[in-house]
């Protein structure tokens, strides 16, 4: 099973919230939080990540907040995944002790070809195509 984590789940909706009302002032974490309806300090720690990645940055302040310096058009949703959790990396064995002989196990071709398959169609998603309407 493919499980996306929570912090690249709010990674992900937290840049599109932002694509679509993008303008010139902006975005506190409060008011992102308050949208998505999350916890404003977990968001505030994924927000610091995406910054750290390059796609965000962030001003201090009473005005402050967090706006784009990457193009929302150039932000995959592979390497939005990969700047919260790292590499997507082929499944090894799921058991604690592998039972298969080696290169012989029941679904190494499965988790191959699914890990692919999501490296393959989170490189062709942008942030920009999940602007809300």
Same mark, same amino acid.
């Given at each position: ?7 690249? *789940? ?46 965000i940055t962030s001003v201090r302040g009473a005005k402050g907040g967090f ?6 058009? =150039?932000?995959?949703?592979? *390497? ?23 290169? *012989?196990?029941?679904? =190494? ?5 699914a890990t692919a398959f999501l490296s393959d169609n989170l490189s062709k ?9």
């Amino acid at each position: 099973m493919i499980k996306i984590s929570e912090r690249v *789940n709010l990674a992900i909706h937290a840049l599109g919230y932002m694509a679509t009302y993008s303008g010139e002032e902006p975005f506190a974490v409060s008011h992102i939080a308050e949208r998505m309806e999350v916890s404003p300090s977990h968001l505030a720690k994924v927000m610091q990540m995406l910054v750290k990645s390059g796609f965000i940055t962030s001003v201090r302040g009473a005005k402050g907040g967090f706006y784009f310096i990457a193009d929302p058009l =150039n932000i995959s949703l592979l *390497n939005v995944y990969e700047a919260i959790d790292g590499p997507l990396m082929k499944q090894d064995c799921l058991l604690p002790s592998p039972m298969c002989k080696p290169g *012989n196990c029941i679904l =190494n071709d499965v988790l191959t070809e699914a890990t692919a398959f999501l490296s393959d169609n989170l490189s062709k998603k942008h942030i920009s195509d999940f602007v809300f309407e």
